[in-house]
């Protein structure tokens, strides 16, 4: 399972407890993937000796692209991994984190308005009162307690995704450099789950052309509950441009209890596995 996340970034268990987790249904290789952040991975470490789990060392980074046609910027994530010697990446996430520190208290500032209450302090808490490691789920879960809404999604749709009020984009690196930065450091660029962006299918193989295009090394294969129709046009393409393939649950926790550790799409004939190039 190649992209997880554990209580570093928006999961919900520690990264002691992802690799046991891991141990307990059979894992043999996990990589931690955590949001713009590799600070669980010398927690994880521990646990992965111990059971006898090969630990990749991952990051899940927050980027951006855009068509030359509309000028608009989209986000998409970037599973970095198998890094030699991580410290360009490294320089590069702490630029993440501040980013992702000031947006954390941007949103907030903007829900003061929407719901009569500052719940930045609350938020923060979630985090060890670390802001930099604050995502939009830790807000969404603050709300949920709060009663502002019954569920997490609840608070995405009302207030915090893309053309809401309390929207804050995430102001990532451009895709070129995301990819140019991992493989400075020794790594592979994952493009990660292509049809989770609410793109049209027309900019779904647009972006999977130009991050090809760009020296991306792998594609992540879409879950088995997406159609299959979704699953041969991402394979056309993954063909089309001699990508490699990766395999990742994007386990959360409790907090997404519908995606199972472990739970990964089939890799098909004739389709090269990234973790085939691993040292």
Same mark, same amino acid.
């Given at each position: ?177 995301? !990819? ?5 450091? +020794? *790594?592979? %660029? /994952?493009?990660?789950? &292509?049809?989770?962006?609410? #793109? ?7 972006? !999977? ?5 760009? +020296? *991306?090394? %792998? /594609?992540?294969?879409? &879950?088995?509950?997406?159609? #299959? ?51």
């Amino acid at each position: 399972d190649l992209h997880t996340h554990s209580n570093i970034s928006d999961g919900t268990l520690s990264p002691e407890q992802l690799v046991r987790a891991a141990g307990e249904i059979g894992i043999h290789t996990l990589a931690l993937t955590d949001h713009d952040t590799m600070d669980g991975l010398i927690q994880a470490e521990g646990a992965a000796k111990e059971l006898g789990i090969k630990l990749i060392s991952g990051v899940e980074i927050s980027s951006q692209w855009s068509r030359p046609a509309t000028k608009k910027n989209y986000g998409v994530h970037i599973v970095a991994l198998n890094m030699q010697h991580p410290e360009p990446l490294l320089a590069l996430l702490e630029q993440q984190k501040q980013i992702r520190a000031v947006r954390a208290k941007q949103i907030c500032d903007l829900l003061i308005p929407l719901i009569g209450e500052d719940i930045y302090a609350e938020v923060v808490a979630k985090v060890e009162h670390i802001p930099d490691r604050v995502t939009r789920t830790h807000i969404a879960k603050t709300l949920v307690e709060k009663g502002y809404v019954s569920r997490a999604q609840q608070a995405f749709d009302k207030y915090i995704k893309e053309g809401k009020k309390a929207y804050v984009k995430f102001d990532g690196l451009g895709l070129e450099e995301t !990819i140019q930065v991992i493989h400075a450091s +020794g *790594g592979f %660029a /994952v493009l990660a789950h &292509p049809t989770r962006y609410d #793109l049209s299918a027309t900019n779904i193989r647009y972006l !999977i052309e130009i991050f090809a295009q760009f +020296g *991306g090394d %792998a /594609v992540e294969l879409p &879950p088995a509950v997406e159609p #299959l129709g979704t699953r041969q046009m991402v394979d056309r393409m993954i063909a089309e441009h001699g990508l490699k393939v990766s395999v990742g649950s994007d386990f959360h926790g409790d907090n997404m209890p519908w995606i199972k550790l472990g739970n990964i799409p089939r890799v098909k004939e004739g389709q090269a596995g990234i973790w085939e190039s691993f040292r």
